[in-house]
């Protein structure tokens, strides 16, 4: 009922860029309700975390370990959102998630995920 693809990811060198986009597909009456969409990664032995998070107002937040590298921004009436990397490092190396969540928590979807290699 809805569907959410990465896309942009690749290989890269340390201090190079990349642009992750995600996109909403579905029901347009469940793709309405979706407050916020995050991105997420997941590097080999780590956990899943959250890397940034925007609201449908606009509201951003960041992980420490990339702020002021990332940007997160949305376009509500496309239904995308987009993850600017730049500056990017071998610690960026992860696969990315795009995850949506639906007002008051109901429900949550996930993308299938990018990959974003950055040699040294």
């Known amino acids: 009922q809805v569907q959410l693809v990465e896309s942009g990811g690749g290989l890269v060198q340390a201090g190079g860029s990349l642009r992750l986009s995600c996109a909403v597909s579905?029901?347009?009456?469940?793709?309405?309700?979706?407050?916020?969409i995050g991105w997420y990664r997941q590097a080999p032995g780590k956990q899943r975390e959250l890397v940034a998070d925007?609201?449908?107002?606009?509201?951003?937040n960041y992980a420490d370990s990339v702020k002021g590298r990332f940007t997160i921004s949305r376009d509500n009436a496309k239904n995308t959102v987009s993850l600017q990397m730049n500056n990017l490092k071998p610690e960026d190396t992860a696969l990315y998630y795009c995850?949506?969540?639906?007002?008051?928590?109901?429900?949550?979807?996930w993308g299938q995920g990018t990959q974003v290699t950055v040699s040294s």
């Open positions: 995850k949506a969540v639906a007002r008051l928590g109901i429900s949550n979807y």
């Open positions: 579905g029901t347009t009456f469940l793709i309405n309700r979706i407050d916020v």
């Open positions: 925007i609201s449908s107002g606009g509201s951003t």
